[in-house]
């Protein structure tokens, strides 16, 4: 019997140990204690095995001891198999800083850390920015002329958002910009997103971009010179990265800069003879400014000893001689501008490098250090704006379309996928006000900009999908009065741009944030580098320790055995204590992946794509969570909420289930799944009634609904162009009295007491008056409610020849 305690008391001891991640001493102990009782009290041989292990444990266990014989041994060992940074991976490594993702790496989140990020919402100027001047942009655009008649915006729309500085929200007041908080810039782009064209057409200059890199680098010349005429629309920059062999792996670009002299404003003068090929870079065609990364190379040693400089980044006005600038690509779905950028031998001086001089060769650093901001806000600001806008028109159509004398909102087949779009719209706008406000109390997440402009992205094109099959034949007749097609048919863009999806999934997310995230992983490279043996030393035992932590809190948590105590109320509460959870299980099979595959992870993407998966999972259902804390929640917001975090937490755990599934070393995946899935899957899909409950909420004019749509463009003012939210709004402002009058009139026609040539709801509503089955003043309400709902449920047609560009080639067919 007092072994079978000591057994018991040895594990349950240890797992605390390795639980609180408490170090070797406490762990000595319970075996030296629990060793001297069995010895002592009639158990010789237990208590003999369990001091040795106590001694055993000692060696590695105590540092002084260790570091005479161990920790050389595996230094060299680790030196030996550990990848070599290059200088390019490490300036992406060392970019941006670590906040949440940092928690959910450790596997042991600090709730409290994230809670403590408060708030500030946004100022007086900042609201009425948005909800005047978004506003009257939003009401200048014409969908349909824009992306088939023009092309592009109205001038009058570019000369407004010049003048309102719409090109200068990040650009401080002190050089005439607006100045704008990350949340303000965000809730911008959102309102803005009713027009693909319009929102890109904003959000480029303010996101990575001479700008943003002239904020950070330029010289006080330079921001003198262009910050003020970029504030104010003077000047359109554009930023020419990507070519035609430099896509989404941008650090190959092969695009040149020689150092030489030549001839500038009449002088000789030391400069770049630049040769280059650049696709893609949008607002190239009407832009006055070009922001250019090339690679910088000194044959002759004008500057120094090295000839490889590496990339720089300069500012080259369109007048330059040599650049070929002005025609344009054509975008699937949206006429934004975008177009090539060719240099052939055109000189630059060197004052042109953003920075100086001195500047030269910093351009990877620069780059990826912005794009960890600019990447939070354009495409996911973009993404959370679509969702809110597709709420309520899809909502609000789903209300008023009639289909077996019911509206079709109540029908469960289109239930179903109004629910996932409202889901994916709240977690993407928690998740982009959130770490903008991150980024707004100083934090420049490398990370998540990774995760949100894939996920989010990927959102964006699956609540299209979504809104796209409840409209129907609605939403597939392009034409004016179609809110919906051209926006799905530029989806591409979006999952294209600023890092492919693909490549950001696969590689960017967990790549980088194994290292840059992890807790020690870092710290052991670069003791690797430094050939720092005692920083070695403390960053691989601090590792130890921490899979030891994790395997403890993942395998006992999965039992339902000391769950964390988390600062969330009792809705929250049990997805907080789960993405702690799955956060020391995300944890442990991380490292098992990195110790199991090497430096062969990098080219087993599919594994590191579900790494990242678990990932940005968590993260996303952490900002929901934020968001939920923050308060102002409404009726039936808790619904969304369960509907959300189950949803995020069941892909969490999906991810990882595939993870272990294909892990190459079978023995340790098994044992990784008795682990962190001790009694199985603990997640599955959400309910049918969350399902029911969220449609019918988001379909009528709800407190829920209106929280949902708040930021958008949604009234309509006199001189506006046509305004689909803001009639849906009235509509369903309407529906409480028109369904009953729909009802009355539907049974009295299935009774026989209406004519059965009474087809149209415009017939039976005159014959029901006639028949006194409805007063007077509700036929006049009717008659126009039913006017408002025909008008948004018809689609355009066109002239026959209205397609052909060339009209002469139109084959005139016998029948038209």
């Known amino acids: 019997m007092l072994q079978f305690i000591l057994i018991l008391v040895v594990i349950g001891g240890l797992l605390e140990v390795m639980r609180r991640e408490a170090g070797a001493v406490p762990a ?59 200088d390019t ?117 303010n996101s ?127 006429p934004f501008m975008n177009g090539p950028i060719v240099g052939k031998d055109v000189f630059i001086p060197l004052d042109y490098i953003i920075g100086g001089p001195s500047m030269a060769g910093q351009g990877w650093r620069m780059l990826v250090e912005c794009l960890s901001v600019g990447r939070c806000i354009t495409l996911p600001s973009g993404a959370s704006g679509v969702g809110r806008y597709a709420i309520g028109w899809t909502g609000g159509y789903s209300r008023i ?49 990774a995760i949100l402009k894939s996920q989010l992205t990927e959102f964006q094109r699956n609540i299209l999908a979504d809104a796209m099959d409840i409209h129907g034949g609605r939403a597939v007749t392009l034409g004016p009065r179609n809110y919906l097609g051209l926006g799905w048919s530029a989806v591409p863009v979006s999952i294209t741009v600023e890092g492919a999806n693909i490549m950001t999934r696969n ?66 509460t049990p997805y907080a204590r789960d993405v702690s959870r799955l956060s020391a299980a995300f944890g442990l099979c991380a490292d098992a992946a990195m110790i199991s595959v090497g430096s062969g992870l990098k080219k087993r993407e599919m594994l590191s794509a579900r790494l990242g998966d678990v990932l940005s999972n968590l993260y996303l259902t952490s900002m929901a969570l934020k968001q939920w804390q923050a308060g102002d929640n409404v009726e039936h917001e808790a619904a969304l909420l369960h509907y959300s975090c189950r949803t995020l937490l069941f892909r969490a755990e999906q991810a990882l289930v595939e993870l272990l599934d294909n892990l190459p070393n079978r023995a340790l995946a098994k044992s990784l799944k008795f682990i962190v899935m001790p009694l199985g899957r603990r997640w599955e899909k959400p309910q049918d009634s969350l399902t029911r409950d969220i449609a019918k909420t988001v379909s009528m004019d709800t407190p829920l609904r209106r929280k949902l749509i708040a930021g958008t463009w949604d009234r309509q003012s006199e001189g506006q162009q046509d305004n ?59 008659r126009h409610y039913e006017r408002e709902v025909l008008d948004m449920l018809t689609v355009d047609d066109f002239a026959f020849d209205a397609f052909a560009s060339h009209k002469d080639k139109v084959v005139w067919h016998d029948a038209a």
């Not at 070695?536 to 932590?549: E, M, P, S, W």
Request: glycine share 10%; with cysteine; net charge negative.
């Open 507 to 572: 590689l960017m997310i967990f790549g980088q944030g194994a290292i840059r995230c992890h807790p020690f992983v870092l710290k052991e490279l670069a003791a690797k580098e430094a050939q720092d043996l005692r920083a070695f030393d403390k960053a691989f035992f601090g590792h130890v320790g921490l899979i030891f932590g994790n395997a403890a809190r993942a395998w006992l948590q999965g039992l339902g055995i000391g769950r964390p105590g988390v600062p969330f109320d009792e809705v929250a």
């Open 401 to 449: 379309r009639r289909q077996f004398n019911m509206p079709v909102a109540d029908m469960e087949g289109v239930q179903e996928p109004l629910a996932r779009l409202t889901a994916h719209a709240y977690i993407a706008q928690a998740a982009v006000m959130q770490t903008a406000n991150l980024i707004d109390h100083g934090e420049k997440p490398a990370v998540p900009s």
């Open 208 to 334: 990575l971009g001479p700008g943003e890199l002239l904020l950070k680098y330029g010289t006080q010349a330079q921001k003198d010179h262009y910050l003020p005429r970029l504030a104010d629309g003077r000047e359109i920059p554009c930023f020419g990265l990507t070519g035609p062999r430099a896509g989404s792996d941008a650090t190959s670009l092969p695009d040149t800069g020689i150092v030489c002299r030549g001839m500038h404003n009449g002088e000789e003068v030391l400069g770049l003879r630049l040769n280059f090929e650049k696709r893609w870079i949008t607002l190239a065609p009407i832009a006055t400014v070009v922001g250019l990364a090339f690679r910088m190379f000194d044959p002759e040693h004008l500057l120094g000893e090295d000839t490889d400089l590496g990339i720089t980044c300069a500012l080259i006005p369109r007048d330059t001689e040599g650049m070929e600038i002005g025609r344009r690509h054509h975008p699937v779905g949206s």
């Open 724 to 782: 689909p939210l803001a009639r849906y709004n009235a509509l369903l402002a309407d529906y409480e009295r028109a369904e009953p009058i729909y009802r009355a009139i539907s049974k009295a026609y299935a009774k026989g007491e209406l004519p059965a040539e009474a087809l149209h709801p415009e017939q039976r509503l005159e014959a029901a008056l006639d028949a006194g089955l409805v007063s007077e003043d509700d036929a006049r309400f009717m």
């Open 89 to 205: 991976e490490r300036s992406a490594l060392e970019a941006g800083t670590v906040s949440w993702d940092g928690e959910l790496f450790s596997g042991k989140p600090t709730w409290q850390r994230l809670l403590d990020y408060r708030d500030e919402g946004l100022t007086e100027e900042e609201r009425t920015f948005i909800d005047h001047q978004c506003s009257v942009a939003a009401g200048m655009c014409n969908g349909w002329e824009i992306a088939r008649e023009r092309a592009d915006l109205p001038e009058a729309l570019w000369d407004y958002l010049k003048k309102e500085g719409f090109f200068g929200m990040i650009i401080p007041k002190q050089y005439g910009g607006l100045g704008f908080s990350a949340k303000a810039q965000s809730a911008v782009l959102q309102k803005l997103a009713v027009n693909e064209t319009l929102m890109v057409s904003v959000g480029v200059p």
């Open 28 to 86: 000595i102990g319970v075996l030296v204690v629990t060793g001297l009782v069995g010895v002592l009290f009639g158990t010789p041989i237990l208590g003999t095995l369990l001091l040795i292990c106590g001694a055993l444990l000692a060696i590695p266990g105590m540092p002084a001891l260790r570091r005479r014989w161990l920790s050389p041994r595996i230094f060299a060992l680790f030196d030996k198999a550990a990848p070599k940074v290059s």
